[in-house]
């Protein structure tokens, strides 16, 4: 069983989400704002958090970035506001998905079944681990290449860049 938070001033939308997703066997952790939202991820194990943007106390786009501090979950930011630029912002904030009100249950279901999905096969990765390669022409004009597994320092990356 998974943890989701529900997090949204209108008590009337969070018991539809509860009552959706308690049917996918998800276990449902609620909020009403920002603040209640930050202290129930401290709390308790959430796998993935369901956020609205505009609460009272803290809003959604400032407790995501409260949460992307210290937590790798999955979130989906579930607004009103259907402006690309606001879905953008929730986007490059941090949030993994970004749903508009109203808004289909079924939808929403699936997109969070995908996203736990995800999150469960590939884990919350927290830093990326890319094999970086270095191809250069040798005096005989004859290809070598050095393969570096790992690299995570930017000084090296940066050092390897330069190379050319």
Known sequence: MYNILVVDDDKEIVKAIEIYLGKENYKIYKAYDGEQALKQIKENDIQLAILDIMMPNKDGLETLEEIRKDKN???IMLSAKSEDTDKINGLNIGADDYVTKPFNPEELIARVNALIRRYTKFGAIEETTENYYI????ENRNKASKKFDKIINSDIINMIASYR
């Open 73 to 75: 979950i999955p979130v």
């Open 135 to 138: 191809t250069s022409l040798d």
